[in-house]
């Protein structure tokens, strides 16, 4: 049978036909479990499996003077066909070990192959080549059905297709199936020329339903009618592929059948030859060549910002532990007896005589005025207190100055020049009214 592979192509919505194979016996497999495996077009048309499928099945079948196409009417006609029968005479006789044996070997001295072993080489010599196209272990374990684990055994799929596209040509990461040769299709007219039976068969397959009396077959049968679409399949690559075959291997006697010198056909292959001279490359496709180069760079500017972004986290956790140690040395400091201590005392106070007037020089708390009216107090703003502390120039505020008997009388204060101290500096007459020497 034949299935789409989607999104194999480079632009979104591109598949690729696979042709799929059920097995159910072999060295790996000795209790009767079905096991697939499937194949894509190659890039190369001498190494495309589905293009030397169908010419093998053209030359039994299609070409002039082949064996006549079987029936599928039930499944009892086509179940015992064997594809590659011991004689395409007799298709229900398999074909011998000997038989294999000996082809390949004469295959093997055509193109210069020198082998101990024949018909084992190729399962050892796939996997060496995946290998060497760098398609990981597991794909090719899971191609080779070397996998015994149960999840690939009963939950993945038996389609490795990393393995599948390295072995067609195609890069494993995908998105990278494009075939020039590929582009043009074959019109409807051209294909049926090829197996036109199959088309009967599948339509009467399609057609059919158990309530129906006039049937042209017992039943639908899925084997039978993947089979049928397989070869619709295969006759589209094989006109496509012989215009590039015909190239390679002009004398080959096939060419000499009368499907590849109709008019239908010469129109074909001339639109192929054209399209291959010209080829478009998808932009998607051209792009795919330089994203191992872009990789690279973004993978260094990842690394280079990742660095950064480390040495400025280093840097602020540094930061942190110097803000944590000086805040708890603030809080033992904030914590210990010293920060707790009383005020200091207050100094005495200092008797400053100018001519007939003395201040006392001292703090607020230890200038009082006489309570015998003996002097006069003079009182200091707080603006000029706090003026006085400031670095900067302010200007120099006014006090005012009165007797200590006439506090409050603002008819007898005078201003006098202030000298800005955070102090109350009582002025005093000297000498003293009461003849007191301080």
């Known amino acids: 049978m034949v299935i789409d592979l989607e999104n194999e192509g480079p632009r979104p919505g591109e598949s690729a036909p696979c042709m799929i194979m059920t097995m159910r016996q072999g060295k790996q497999n000795q209790h009767g479990r079905i096991e697939y495996m499937g194949c894509m077009r190659n890039v190369d048309p001498i190494l495309c499996p589905l293009s030397a499928l169908a010419f093998y099945f053209f030359n039994r079948w299609g070409k002039e003077g082949a064996q006549p196409f079987p029936s599928f009417r039930q499944p009892e006609d086509y179940y015992g066909h064997y594809v590659f029968p011991g004689s395409v005479r007799v298709p229900e006789r398999p074909l011998s070990y000997g038989t294999q044996l000996d082809w390949n070997k004469k295959m093997f001295q055509g193109v210069g192959i020198q082998s101990k072993e024949t018909t084992h080489l190729p399962r050892k010599q796939a996997p060496r080549h995946a290998e060497l196209g760098g398609v990981p272990e597991s794909q090719i374990r899971r191609a080779g059905r070397w996998n015994t684990d149960a999840m690939t055994g009963a939950y993945l799929s038996y389609l490795p297709r990393g393995f599948m596209r390295s072995i067609a040509g195609f890069p494993q990461e995908g998105k990278g199936y494009f075939l020039p040769r590929a582009r043009e299709m074959p019109d409807e007219a051209l294909c049926a ?34 089979f049928l679409r397989l070869l619709r399949t295969l006759r589209v690559v094989l006109l496509q592929d012989s215009v590039i075959l015909r190239q390679q291997f002009p004398r080959h006697p096939l060419w000499t059948d009368p499907l590849f010198n109709c008019e239908a056909y010469r129109r074909f292959a001339a639109r192929v030859e054209s399209s291959l001279v010209n080829v478009v490359t998808p932009h998607e496709l051209t792009m795919q060549k330089f ?65 007939t007037t003395a201040f006392w020089v001292g703090s607020a708390a230890s200038v009082h005025a006489s309570p015998d009216g003996s002097g006069s107090i003079i009182r200091v703003p707080s603006s000029a207190l706090a003026a006085s502390s400031s670095s900067q120039p302010q200007p120099q505020p006014r006090v005012e100055r009165a007797d200590v008997g006439d506090v409050g009388n603002a008819g007898s204060v005078q201003s006098l020049p202030f000298v800005p101290l955070p102090l109350l500096l009582p002025v005093v007459r000297w000498p003293p009214a009461n003849g007191s020497n301080h």
């Open 291 to 355: 994203w191992p180069a872009h990789d690279a760079v973004a993978k260094l500017r990842h690394e280079a910002a990742i660095s950064a972004i480390n040495s400025v986290s280093a840097s602020v956790r540094t930061v942190s532990e110097s803000v944590r140690t000086i805040r708890d040395r603030l809080d033992k400091m904030e914590r210990s007896p010293a920060s707790v201590a009383p005020p200091p005392t207050p100094p005495a106070p200092v008797l400053v005589q100018q001519g």
């Open 193 to 226: 020329k090829i197996w036109p039976e199959a088309d009967v068969w599948l339509e009467r397959m399609e057609a059919y339903h158990p309530d129906r009396t006039d049937n042209e077959v017992v039943r639908l049968d899925l084997a039978g009618s993947g």
